[in-house]
């Protein structure tokens, strides 16, 4: 059975990921699931990443990490950053949040995620893809999350390559996909 954390600070515009993981104990061996939202201190955090097997983080980042938008009490604004690079080294990990690639790959990590993931339309326009409706984005959003949550369960390398396909579809049409879709990564 592995020992599932997930790791989303509670924010409405970050709300789309949830389906990623509100499926996860319809997996076999996947019936120990954590979700932790917020409130608690970052201590607590990395004590509960020591106790799990696979641990899911998303939301909003940057290149140092995952942040924890008031919702956890820290002193730098990041609930994953440098200091939980260790704990997470030898984890079954997924990165799902801004710039994640960057994180990872300073660090050495192993796992699935993203890139610079545009999620809003604020975020389409700033790379490049000026006038795009919410719609799109939305749709880009919602597909994701819904195809990676049929497979989140998953081990990482089938995992990556169905996202992969599937939502590889879905960037013919919709360019923000197209967009977040080249930048979804897999190292193990």
């Given at each position: 059975?592995?020992?599932?954390?997930?790791?989303?600070?509670?924010?409405?515009?970050?709300?789309?990921?949830?389906?990623?993981?509100?499926?996860?104990?319809?997996?076999?061996?996947?019936?120990?699931?954590?979700?932790?939202?917020?409130?608690?201190?970052?201590?607590?955090?990395?004590?509960?990443?020591?106790?799990?097997?696979?641990?899911?983080?998303?939301?909003?980042?940057?290149?140092?990490?995952?942040f924890s938008v008031g919702q956890f009490d820290t002193s730098f604004g990041y609930i994953i950053d440098n200091s939980t690079v260790d704990l997470l080294r030898n984890k079954e990990c997924i990165f799902i949040w801004c710039n994640a690639d960057k994180f990872v790959e300073?660090?050495?990590?192993?796992?699935?995620?993203?890139?610079?993931?545009?999620?809003?339309?604020?975020?389409?326009?700033?790379?490049?893809?000026?006038?795009?409706?919410?719609?799109?984005?939305?749709?880009?959003?919602?597909?994701?999350?819904?195809?990676?949550?049929?497979?989140?369960?998953?081990?990482?390398?089938?995992?990556?390559?169905?996202?992969?396909?599937?939502?590889?579809?879905?960037?013919?049409?919709?360019?923000?996909?197209?967009?977040?879709?080249?930048?979804?990564?897999?190292?193990?």
């Amino acid at each position: 059975m592995k020992k599932t954390l997930v790791i989303h600070p509670s924010d409405r515009s970050t709300d789309f990921l949830t389906p990623i993981y509100m499926d996860l104990k319809s997996f076999p061996d996947f019936d120990d699931v954590t979700i932790i939202t917020g409130g608690m201190t970052k201590d607590e955090v990395n004590e509960e990443i020591k106790q799990h097997d696979r641990i899911m983080m998303m939301g909003h980042g940057s290149p140092g990490g995952l942040f924890s938008v008031g919702q956890f009490d820290t002193s730098f604004g990041y609930i994953i950053d440098n200091s939980t690079v260790d704990l997470l080294r030898n984890k079954e990990c997924i990165f799902i949040w801004c710039n994640a690639d960057k994180f990872v790959e300073a660090h050495q990590l192993k796992g699935l995620y993203s890139g610079m993931f545009i999620s809003e339309v604020m975020e389409a326009n700033y790379c490049g893809l000026q006038g795009t409706q919410q719609s799109v984005v939305d749709e880009s959003n919602n597909y994701f999350a819904k195809e990676l949550g049929r497979v989140s369960g998953q081990p990482l390398v089938e995992a990556y390559e169905y996202v992969r396909d599937t939502y590889g579809i879905l960037a013919e049409t919709n360019p923000v996909a197209k967009y977040n879709h080249y930048r979804l990564y897999l190292k193990s």
